[in-house]
């Protein structure tokens, strides 16, 4: 950890309390490789079973799972090669040596987790993930284990109009049991290039402060951010209107 944000999360267990944590920053605040960290803390016990998510199991496999297990120039894989047994991108899954298991699961069909339960489970880039797929992998979290059960949602923050932003920013989370651990870049600069958050300083504000504090933003427009723009000139009247969708 290069933070004492980044260090609340690999002091995460499911005894202390909360069934859910968001984990919620900027980019580049190392969001995901720490809850990864955190995740391998429960797949130590041998025969542990781990749910790993996103809205598209083909982007666990392009984006999460790779820096599970093949890591970058910078960083090296979080499970070392020597520890695996078997990965395999058409079976959704991982075998370790000491018979834990990660299943790779879309949540854009909650119905793919069938009858299945794990003790451990990361939804990664959270905010694509609708409530009710979300409620369907939660309650799948329910094997007993030494380190309790724990559901960890790292994710971009977006609109304050988002079931997240209503679930875990709103009202007291202790009673719901959810937990909020909130990074911002900064938190990661040294694993960053030196450009990296002056880059993003330059950004309009509201890109700035989403991206690089973190903040759930509600400001007319900004939305786009999220959602990506489109837009298009269309004849009217004999004039030209610019329509952004």
Not at 122 to 136: G, K, P, Q
Not at 188 to 215: F, H, S
Request: charged share 20%; proline share 6%; hydrophobic share 40%.
């Amino acid at each position: 950890p290069n933070s004492k944000a980044q260090e609340q999360i690999l002091e995460l267990t499911g005894n202390e309390g909360y069934s859910e944590v968001l984990v919620t920053s900027g980019v580049g605040s190392g969001k995901t490789l720490m809850c990864l960290v955190s995740m391998m803390r429960w797949l130590a016990y041998p025969r542990t079973e781990a749910f790993i998510s996103r809205y598209r199991a083909v982007d666990v496999w392009r984006s999460t799972m790779r820096t599970l297990l093949i890591g970058d120039l910078i960083t090296p894989p979080v499970i070392p090669p020597h520890f695996v047994l078997k990965a395999s991108a058409q079976g959704g899954i991982v075998i370790l040596k000491n018979g834990s298991v990660i299943k790779v699961i879309g949540l854009d069909n909650p119905a793919k987790l069938g009858s299945m339960n794990g003790s451990i489970g990361i939804v990664d880039e959270a905010y694509e993930v609708d409530e009710e797929a979300l409620d369907s992998f939660s309650r799948r979290i329910r094997v007993p284990h030494p380190l309790g059960n724990l559901v960890i949602l790292p994710t971009n923050p977006a609109t304050q109009r988002h079931h997240l932003y209503k679930r875990f920013l709103t009202g007291n989370p202790m009673e719901s049991m959810r937990r909020v651990v909130k990074l911002s870049t900064r938190d990661n600069a040294r694993a960053l290039g030196p450009n990296y958050i002056e880059r993003l300083k330059n950004q309009p504000e509201v890109t700035r402060r989403r991206m690089l504090d973190g903040e759930w933003f509600n400001n007319e427009g900004s939305v786009f951010w999220a959602i990506g723009l489109r837009a298009e000139w269309t004849p009217n009247d004999g004039s030209r209107t610019k329509f952004v969708s």
